[in-house]
């Protein structure tokens, strides 16, 4: 009995010493952890903070332990940043990299980007160290913006190529094809008939490259004319008749008397031609096209209306862009250029303006133009006279 109580003791003495044991070799090891760890730094060096929030791309400040000391909010909107984690796996191994050598490094990368829509947002980035401190500064470009000006402006260099080369291969062709037929008659007189068409057609092009050229960039005007809104309407109107009584198509004005706009005649009646055009253009027989004009606080608006095709939501947003169209091959049959409602925006930006457009597949579109009030601005303000009666 003696025994197997001492047996007992000695057992239990053993397994207070194993886990005794145990418990100093993870404190040790733990202890060791910590000693390797790098000190936390709370604080960037002077003036750093200063210059990050004067910079307009995303910064990121990771100290030596890879945690993030600073972040813009651009950079946290992205979600490159999230707490006090990078967690964008390429930039963090990016990071550790430049601290270990201190070589600047520059990439692109795509990021998912869930706040603004589905598609990734691409990137360019430059990671760099500051200074000896451990400290690394990301910083990350939204490079998104200026791939679409790209693209758009590739779309528009293959664009008026196409353009200008059609009708110029045409009359090539044509002015062949006559000189074969010399001895039919019948036959010169329906190629130069197409030769007139191609050539008008290139002529429209140049024209409204000019127009666009001549307004694109342009300062918006200091001292415009007071332009009768009734006398631009009618004018565009006139434009278009005879195609729209050729498919029957109404022209209905209302609201036009006695508004008066602040601008340039000429190319206020380029912008409505090119809007009642469209819509004439693009609206099947027998319906009607509306012209309205109301005013709203100290602006005109003037709508157009349609009972036409309509236009997709999709492309909604890149009508405006130069020669892009929504049904090519419609829009070649009815003889545009591709170029008119880019046309309409830079001479509203020109003009203090704007066009906005509102459309429906199947139920038509309505595009408006907002313009200065005439009246509105020459109308005294409270404890004001007008120079007239200032005068008398």
Known sequence: MQGELLAAIAGLVGLVTGVAAGLAFRISESGGRRAQEPPRQTELPAG????????????????????????????????????????????????????????????????????????????????????????????AEDQTERRRVEAVRRDFVANISHELKTPVGALSLLAETIADASDDPEAVRRFTGRMQQESARLTSVIQDLITLSRIQGAEPMADPDRVPVEVVVDEA????????????????????????????????????????????????????????????????????????????????????????????????????????????????????????????????????????DAQTRERPGPGERSNQEAAQ
């Open 48 to 139: 750093i903070a200063e210059v990050l929030a004067a910079l307009p791309s995303s910064a990121v400040v990771l100290d030596p332990a890879d945690r993030v000391l600073r972040a813009s909010s651009a950079a946290r909107a992205y979600g490159i940043v999230r707490g006090e984690e990078l967690v964008i796996s390429d930039l963090l191994a990016l990071a550790r990299q430049v601290r270990r050598d201190g070589v600047i490094r520059e990439t692109e990368i795509e990021v998912a980007v869930r706040k603004f829509g589905p598609d990734s947002t691409s990137f360019a980035v430059r990671v760099a160290p500051l200074g000896g401190t451990g400290l690394v500064l990301v910083l």
């Open 237 to 372: 109107m006139d434009f278009v008749r005879t195609a729209a009584e050729t498919k029957e198509i109404e022209l209905v004005a209302s609201g036009t008397e006695g508004a008066v706009v602040l601008g340039d005649e000429g190319l206020l009646v380029t912008a409505m031609r090119n809007l009642v055009a469209n819509a004439v253009a693009y609206s099947p027989e027998r319906t009607r096209v509306s012209i309205s004009v109301e005013a709203a606080d100290d602006m005109v608006e003037i709508s157009v209306a349609d009972q036409g095709i309509g236009i997709p939501a999709q492309d909604l947003e890149r009508i405006f862009e130069r020669f892009y169209r929504v049904d090519a091959a419609r829009s070649r049959a009815t003889g545009g250029t591709g170029l008119g409602l880019a046309i309409v925006k830079h001479i509203m930006t020109h003009h203090r303006g704007e066009v906005t457009v509102w459309s429906k597949e199947g139920s038509g579109s309505t595009f408006t133009l907002r313009l200065p």
